[in-house]
């Protein structure tokens, strides 16, 4: 069996390999091993445009609500298209073109469980639902939990599709390491157990499937959330084996805009990461 830092020399020289191949204009990665008590991190302090990988933090702090008394799952939030940016305060509406979850557009001006908006923000990365979501808890909420939850390296400052901030450069940002703390947080007792069971189920509903799954066995399942925009290609997740303890660990990729192979370098990293652990041989071509 080879040391953890034989370990991480070999998967630190294959995701060097697989980012200069790639092309990317920057990979980082970070990984906790629960099985073998392995910390791994590249380029894990780098600032990436956080794109929906934000939608986690929200997703923590909706649970941290509920075991606070604030909110109860069953509770109802009025849909609405109609959100105010953090740039100038002057309002603006989400796209129903672009996003994966349009039923919920023609909820507007009736009610939806915050159970359904949760769930539609993480399985289908609903920015409509991300919105009133995180409108209901107020960003400096979110921010308070995360602080709470002794997570740095996340930074939340406004909504999605708020394209006046993002002009203005106020976006979401996050950092590897940030985004593991996160994610450890979600799995530790930050939350009561009930609330980090379901939080965890929603995780394990994500539909897009081409990124960490994609590197991993069939019997893998995966709590994730991707986030993709023009240059930002990211998936972050806790990996359950049967044969083993999970592993958390988050792969965040800087690209060209448009350039190809984005979701295949993230399945190749999750692949060499998974080969890292477990000593398997390389998926055939």
């Known amino acids: 069996m080879a040391s953890l830092a034989d370990i991480s020399v070999s998967l ?9 191949e790639s092309k990317a204009r920057a990979v980082a990665v970070a990984l906790l091993d629960f099985d073998s008590g392995l910390r791994f991190s590249l380029a894990g302090d780098r600032w990436f445009h956080a794109a929906s990988t934000i939608k986690v933090a929200v997703l923590l702090a909706i649970f941290r609500a509920v075991d606070e008394g604030r909110l109860r799952l069953d509770d109802s939030l009025h849909v609405r298209n109609r959100f105010i940016s953090a740039a100038d305060g002057a309002p603006f509406r989400l ?10 557009y023609q909820a507007i001006g009736r009610t939806v469980k915050i159970s359904v908006l949760a769930e539609g923000m993480i399985v289908a990365s609903s920015n409509l639902a991300t919105n009133l979501l995180l409108h209901f808890l107020g960003v400096e909420y979110v921010r308070q939990v995360l602080r709470d939850a002794q997570v740095s390296g996340v930074e939340l400052r406004r909504g999605v599709e708020d394209h006046a901030a993002h002009e203005r450069g106020i976006n979401n940002e996050v950092t590897a390491d940030g985004l593991l703390a996160l994610l450890s947080a979600l799995r530790s007792d930050f939350l009561s ?38 240059t930002a290609c990211h998936d972050i997740g806790i ?17 060209d805009p448009e350039q190809e192979g984005r979701r295949e370098t993230v399945a190749a990293i999750s692949e060499a990461i998974h080969r890292s652990l477990t000593e398997t041989e390389p998926k055939s071509p």
Do not use: N, W
């Not at 630190?12 to 200069?20: D, F, L, P, S, T």
């Open 193 to 230: 157990r009930e609330s980090k069971e379901q939080a965890i189920r929603i995780l394990l509903g994500q539909r897009f499937r081409s990124m960490i799954p994609a590197g991993l066995p069939a019997h893998a399942a995966v709590a994730h959330k991707t986030g993709e925009i023009s």
């Open 95 to 104: 796209d129903p073109v672009s996003d994966a979850l349009p039923e919920l």
């Open 239 to 255: 990996v359950y084996l049967p044969e083993r303890q999970p592993y958390i660990v988050v792969i965040l990729t800087e690209f």
């Open 12 to 20: 630190r020289e294959a995701v060097e390999k697989i980012a200069g």
